[in-house]
């Protein structure tokens, strides 16, 4: 599941170096010539209101504070998150009180609480009014007492799907709702009187009852509000089907005309829900959808289809992106103000759309464009001079769908070009083919080195085209039902359940080297194997983790050496043509072969900082840069594909001596500095976990940030200290478990620890490694989490367990691991710790529950060495 390269279509980095019709007469590329392309129009000078970035809110995005990491959150940084009601019975985890100082912290600004999600059941039991104006009390006091500070932030959907839970029928039971919210609305306003009303919250935008609700609402006072009436401070509904993408604009348009009508408002909007299972995770369906909410400008929740705490299906495992995660980032990294982007056909589902803005105090235009088969043209048009200049560096990143466990590595650079823009227009042809894919384009002024794509070779095979034997292909048809999960062209391969079971296709490939080879595949709730035969010969044996279920996609990497030219490829369900492999019963979807082109490096330049406290762009003769200094910051967003460390460099100018003021989630880097004035560079070799990491970078007064890099340093990972669990000192009742020959586990050494806590003497212990003494460590656990809730019609009601990592004479750090699938399924999960004595022992435990079953634990210095160059 690691080291993918987000790049599709067939073609070498060079070939696609072409990256633009322009008006100045430069050559399209293939992709465009081969095919008629969708026109997307942009025009810059067309301004349509500030960016508003409500469009990617969640619903029970978060389940548990870490779960998901900080860094995605952050990345992501939802405006609007949807979450249980505090002590709430619906779901295990999710609760609104729980999640709040993480979600906060991480850039939210508002947590919607599911009110009714105080029940148990769905649809929720109806205990009658008086039980849930108890309920509604004991909640909203308990968030005005816990969070006196900040209450603000949480706002209160009073009844959730009322024109199917409750109401529904709205002829004979329309007087008992109003009297119902009128009673609830008091009763939450007579405890805070400030509090943020949201509803009515239906399933479905339905008129007629929205416009009897508005109506008495506004004619009927409420004790408590301000404004005399029983009128929420926010209206919302849910869009769920695939026809609301064609619906949406409509039922938008017809809210207002109905609030003119009506003598109120307008006011703020909030889709709760939105979207099916086919769109979460896919950047070409997320999209559409963007578009929408932003060219609204309302806030908007994704539909929670699956369980919690992976942000809606764009969460790998706990800290890891897959290819929607960067299509959020990319919306949530948006500044400035929109400007009009006209799609070839509006309001029509599955069909390209886009998103763009201008942040003219950084002198920059981003589109965002994605949902289209074919080829795409930007008519762009608008470049002030004044913004942009004569000349312009444009520059194309990709990211597309990875499976909803698959990673991705920062989105590649597919095209760039520097170019005249002679009137302020340009045409920019991106390539087609690629449904699931979206596309980031940013426009700057021309400033330091021409701009280059860094995308390398790539090729995708789908796995229904491919040979098959005693094997079959089933049709996942999103269109028609798009509550199916996600697959590529449609359609996988599945019945993987003979000896002789094979997916058989040829490749061809452009010269000697080492390639990566991405299978997408659903392990159903088990880990397990498939024999990889190259020319017919056994390669190796593939590891596959667990994946929630068939169709549930995750991608696992390998990597082997081919020689140029074809070559067949052969998964199988048999290494020896005799015995069927342990978990071979796996569905596979499709096939990525990428060329590895060196050791993981990855660049983050000046544009694509977060920045705050006074921080700016600034574009000079040497390219774009970030003035620091005083209280200005620039945030990163770097990926790390594997747990390790890599070196992170930063190349500024200095004007002086100061120091950098660097944090890695958090926590401080000593060390860098610019030493003197001029060009400079300051390292620091550092252990990342694979996924996300956010990094924070100030420096001393008139410092020039031009660049972030990070790069793998696999050399240095054997100062990583390493034990099995079986051989750690254990303590009560937990206990070795031998893994069965039968399991297709990846236990590393057939054997893991079970039975830690629930008791405080059931524990395992690290003993303390020579030369490792007081200082910031990273220890990662190697875990395995199957637990979850059972009865719930659609969610999976995981559960996260917890373990208390206590530092004999020192400190105890609480780490959490999320579900996994499998009891004989471990993942890595890393958790910083902050050692303060020289020999004291790590002990793992949990007095008041179990935690996770454990294969293997690694401790690692946080920090290995840092260094200062100046460069003149």
């Known amino acids: 599941?690691?080291?993918?390269?987000?790049?599709?279509?067939?073609?070498?980095?060079?070939?696609?170096?072409?990256?633009?019709?322009?008006?100045?007469?430069?050559?399209?590329?293939?992709?465009?010539?081969?095919?008629?392309?969708?026109?997307?129009?942009?025009?810059?000078?067309?301004?349509?209101?500030?960016?508003?970035?409500?469009?990617?809110?969640?619903?029970?995005?978060?389940?548990?504070?870490?779960?998901?990491?900080?860094?995605?959150?952050?990345?992501?940084?939802?405006?609007?998150?949807?979450?249980?009601?505090?002590?709430?019975?619906?779901?295990?985890?999710?609760?609104?009180?729980?999640?709040?100082?993480?979600?906060?912290?991480?850039?939210?600004?508002?947590?919607?609480?599911?009110?009714?999600?105080?029940?148990?059941?769905?649809?929720?039991?109806?205990?009658?009014?008086?039980?849930?104006?108890?309920?509604?009390?004991?909640?909203?006091?308990?968030?005005?007492?816990?969070?006196?500070?900040?209450?603000?932030?949480?706002?209160?959907?009073?009844?959730?799907?009322?024109?199917?839970?409750?109401?529904?029928?709205?002829?004979?039971?329309?007087?008992?709702?109003?009297?119902?919210?009128?009673?609830?609305?008091?009763?939450?306003?007579?405890?805070?009187?400030?509090?943020?009303?949201?509803?009515?919250?239906?399933?479905?935008?339905?008129?007629?009852?929205?416009?009897?609700?508005?109506?008495?609402?506004?004619?009927?006072?409420?004790?408590?509000?301000?404004?005399?009436?029983?009128?929420?401070?926010?209206?919302?509904?849910?869009?769920?089907?695939?026809?609301?993408?064609?619906?949406?604009?409509?039922?938008?348009?017809?809210?207002?005309?109905?609030?003119?009508?009506?003598?109120?408002?307008?006011?703020?909007?909030?889709?709760?829900?939105?979207?099916?299972?086919?769109?979460?995770?896919?950047?070409?369906?997320?999209?559409?959808?963007?578009?929408?909410?932003?060219?609204?400008?309302?806030?908007?929740?994704?539909?929670?289809?699956?369980?919690?705490?992976?942000?809606?299906?764009?969460?790998?495992?706990?800290?890891?992106?897959?290819?929607?995660?960067?299509?959020?980032?990319?919306?949530?990294?948006?500044?400035?103000?929109?400007?009009?982007?006209?799609?070839?056909?509006?309001?029509?589902?599955?069909?390209?759309?886009?998103?763009?803005?201008?942040?003219?105090?950084?002198?920059?235009g981003t589109i965002l464009v994605g949902g289209g088969s074919e080829p795409v043209r930007l008519d762009i048009s608008g470049l002030d001079p004044a913004v942009f200049g004569e000349r312009v560096d444009v520059v194309v990143s990709k990211t597309t769908w990875t499976g909803y466990e698959g990673d991705a590595l920062k989105p590649p650079v597919i095209a760039a070009r520097r170019a005249e823009v002679p009137g302020g227009a340009l045409q920019v042809d991106l390539p087609g083919g690629d449904v699931m894919a979206a596309y980031r384009v940013t426009v700057v002024p021309a400033s330091g080195g021409e701009p280059a794509p860094?995308?390398?070779?790539?090729?995708?095979?789908?796995?229904?085209?491919?040979?098959?034997?005693?094997?079959?292909?089933?049709?996942?048809?999103?269109?028609?039902?798009?509550?199916?999960?996600?697959?590529?062209?449609?359609?996988?391969?599945?019945?993987?359940?003979?000896?002789?079971?094979?997916?058989?296709?040829?490749?061809?490939?452009?010269r000697d080297g080492r390639y990566r080879l991405g299978i997408y595949q659903g392990a159903n709730k088990a880990p397990g194997r498939h024999a990889l035969f190259v020319d017919g010969t056994l390669n190796q044996i593939v590891q596959y983790s667990a994946n929630l279920g068939w169709t549930y996609r995750g991608r696992t990497d390998v990597e082997l050496e081919l020689t140029a030219g074809t070559h067949e490829l052969s998964v199988r369900t048999s290494a020896d043509g005799v015995n069927r492999l342990p978990g071979s019963d796996i569905t596979l979807d499709k096939f990525d072969l990428t060329e590895v082109t060196g050791a993981e490096r990855a660049a983050y330049p000046a544009d694509e900082a977060r920045l705050s406290g006074g921080a700016r762009i600034t574009r000079r003769a040497k390219g774009p840069a970030i003035a620091l200094g005083g209280d200005a910051r620039a945030t990163f967003f770097v990926v790390a594909s594997e747990d390790g460390y890599y070196d992170l460099t930063l190349a500024y100018r200095a004007h002086g001596r100061g120091e950098l003021r660097v944090r890695v989630d958090g926590r401080a880097i000593g060390g860098l500095r610019a030493t003197h004035p001029g060009e400079g560079s300051s390292r620091a070799r550092v252990y990342l976990p694979a996924g996300i990491s956010t990094i924070d970078v100030g420096g001393p007064a008139h410092l020039q940030l031009r660049e972030l890099t990070t790069a793998r340093a696999a050399e240095a990972d054997a100062a990583v200290h390493r034990i099995e669990a079986e051989q750690a000192p254990r303590a009560g009742t937990a206990s070795v478990v031998n893994v069965p020959a039968t399991s297709g586990s990846n236990a590393s050494a057939g054997a893991y620890v079970g039975h830690i806590g629930n008791g405080p003497g059931n524990t395992l212990t690290l003993p303390r490694p020579d030369g490792f003494g007081p200082g910031e460590y990273v220890l990662t656990v190697h875990y395995a989490n199957a637990d979850r809730n059972t009865g719930h019609p659609y969610n999976t009601d995981v559960i996260s367990r917890f373990l208390d990592i206590t530092e004999t004479g020192g400190t105890t750090t609480r780490g959490v691991f999320r579900h996994n699938y499998a009891w004989d399924n471990f993942w890595p999960q890393a958790t910083p710790l902050t050692l303060t004595t020289g020999t004291g022992a790590i002990v793992l435990g949990n007095a008041a529950a179990y935690g996770p079953d454990i294969d293997r634990l690694e401790l690692a210095r946080f920090v290995l060495t840092t260094d200062n160059n100046s460069h003149g």
């Open 454 to 510: 860094d995308a390398p070779w790539t090729v995708s095979v789908e796995a229904e085209s491919a040979t098959l034997t005693s094997a079959q292909a089933f049709n996942q048809d999103t269109t028609a039902d798009p509550q199916l999960y996600a697959t590529s062209g449609k359609r996988d391969v599945g019945a993987m359940n003979r000896t002789d079971s094979a997916a058989t296709f040829s490749v061809t490939v452009p």
């Open 1 to 364: 599941m690691h080291r993918h390269r987000l790049f599709r279509h067939a073609r070498t980095a060079s070939a696609l170096a072409a990256l633009a019709t322009l008006t100045a007469g430069l050559p399209a590329t293939s992709a465009a010539a081969s095919a008629a392309p969708d026109v997307v129009a942009v025009d810059f000078a067309q301004r349509t209101g500030p960016v508003h970035g409500g469009a990617t809110g969640m619903l029970y995005g978060l389940s548990d504070p870490g779960v998901p990491g900080d860094p995605l959150v952050a990345g992501a940084r939802p405006r609007t998150v949807s979450q249980k009601a505090p002590d709430g019975d619906q779901h295990p985890n999710g609760d609104a009180l729980v999640v709040a100082d993480g979600y906060f912290a991480n850039g939210g600004e508002e947590i919607v609480i599911m009110t009714q999600d105080v029940y148990s059941q769905w649809p929720y039991e109806n205990l009658g009014i008086d039980d849930y104006l108890a309920k509604v009390d004991t909640m909203v006091r308990k968030v005005v007492r816990e969070r006196p500070q900040d209450k603000h932030k949480f706002a209160w959907v009073l009844f959730n799907e009322p024109d199917l839970i409750w109401y529904q029928n709205w002829s004979t039971q329309k007087q008992k709702f109003f009297s119902d919210w009128k009673a609830v609305f008091e009763k939450v306003r007579s405890i805070d009187p400030d509090a943020k009303i949201v509803g009515p919250n239906e399933a479905i935008y339905r008129h007629d009852r929205l416009r009897d609700f508005l109506t008495w609402a506004k004619n009927t006072p409420c004790a408590g509000d301000p404004e005399g009436d029983c009128l929420p401070d926010v209206v919302s509904w849910h869009e769920l089907q695939r026809s609301r993408l064609a619906e949406y604009r409509g039922h938008y348009q017809h809210f207002r005309q109905m609030e003119r009508d009506l003598g109120i408002g307008p006011l703020p909007v909030n889709v709760t829900e939105y979207g099916n299972r086919r769109d979460m995770s896919v950047p070409g369906q997320m999209i559409q959808w963007i578009s929408l909410f932003e060219d609204t400008k309302v806030d908007a929740n994704g539909a929670y289809w699956t369980y919690a705490g992976n942000l809606d299906d764009h969460a790998v495992r706990t800290r890891q992106a897959n290819g929607g995660w960067w299509l959020l980032k990319w919306y949530a990294d948006l500044t400035g103000q929109t400007v009009k982007a006209t799609p070839p056909q509006l309001n029509v589902a599955d069909t390209v759309q886009a998103v763009a803005a201008v942040d003219a105090s950084a002198r920059r």
